[in-house]
């Protein structure tokens, strides 16, 4: 009887994820207003009512999706990465390369939901994530902004217009449709590697003309 309860609760866990997986990839491809629950049934290879057995509703599977979303563009493990490296700007180098190398994968749907949440009008379902995790996540990248620029609180409006300038330069590849961009910048089809260097090279000198004008504006209050 055990064995039998083990395995309907792991096919279970197998079910719950492929949904989720499904309609991530759909919100992301179309917008969540536009996904029925029988399309996300219909990618997962699942039956039409396991949206309602596994989660409670079309609204409740959405908000498994967009749970996603703060591990995606900041997660732990990501974080343990960046505090490996001696500088502040090493680390910063390291996130955007890593985020920009991953746009066109297939797996990194969370963040393009996300960027069609923050340029669109934001459901309350992200609004409340944003309240009670996102803001946990996204203080700690913005500590690393902090540092990078001589700043002692991450609250510091210097940081918080730094970190909205440099993240812009990510979420505009989460929102320009591939084929799109491979025609506008035919860079990316030959030299993808590259433009992605030139482009955190561009973040980069951005930054570090913030950090410019903080240190002598320090200087002058000497």
């Given at each position: 009887m055990?064995?039998?309860?083990?395995?309907?609760?792991?096919?279970?866990?197998k079910?719950r994820?492929?949904?989720?997986e499904?309609?991530?990839?759909l919100?992301a491809?179309?917008?969540w207003a536009n996904?029925?629950?029988?399309?996300?049934?219909?990618?997962?290879?699942?039956?039409?009512a396991?949206?309602?057995?596994?989660?409670?509703g079309r609204?409740e599977l959405?908000?498994?999706?967009l749970s996603?979303?703060?591990?995606t563009i900041f997660?732990?493990?990501l974080?343990?990465?960046?505090?490996?490296?001696?500088t502040a700007?090493e680390?910063l180098?390291y996130?955007?390369?890593?985020?920009?190398?991953?746009?066109?994968?297939?797996?990194s749907?969370p963040?393009?939901?996300?960027?069609r949440?923050?340029t669109?009008t934001?459901s309350e379902?992200?609004?409340s994530?944003?309240?009670?995790v996102?803001?946990?996540?996204?203080?700690?990248?913005?500590?690393?902004?902090?540092d990078?620029l001589?700043?002692d609180?991450?609250r510091?409006?210097r940081v918080?217009?730094?970190f909205?300038?440099a993240?812009s330069?990510v979420l505009i590849?989460?929102l320009v449709?591939?084929?799109?961009?491979?025609?506008?910048?035919?860079g990316?089809?030959?030299e993808?590697s590259r433009m992605?260097n030139l482009?955190?090279?561009?973040?980069?000198?951005g930054l570090?003309?913030?950090?410019d004008?903080?240190?002598?504006?320090?200087?002058?209050?000497r």
């Open positions: 055990r064995k039998q309860t083990a395995r309907i609760r792991g096919d279970g866990e079910t994820e492929a949904l989720i499904a309609a991530g990839t919100a491809e179309r917008g996904v029925a629950a029988k399309d996300v049934c219909d990618m997962a290879g699942v039956n039409c396991s949206v309602n057995y596994w989660f409670g609204d959405y908000e498994a999706v996603r979303i703060p591990d997660c732990q493990e974080e343990i990465e960046m505090v490996q490296y001696e700007q680390a180098q996130f955007f390369t890593h985020h920009l190398e991953r746009v066109d994968d297939k797996r749907w963040m393009r939901v996300w960027a949440e923050v669109g934001p379902n992200i609004l994530l944003a309240r009670k996102g803001v946990m996540r996204i203080k700690a990248l913005q500590q690393f902004f902090a990078y001589g700043v609180d991450y510091d409006p918080g217009a730094a909205m300038t993240m330069a590849h989460m449709a591939p084929e799109l961009r491979n025609i506008v910048v035919p990316f089809v030959h993808r992605n482009i955190v090279r561009q973040v980069m000198a570090a003309f913030m950090k004008n903080i240190a002598k504006e320090k200087a002058q209050d």
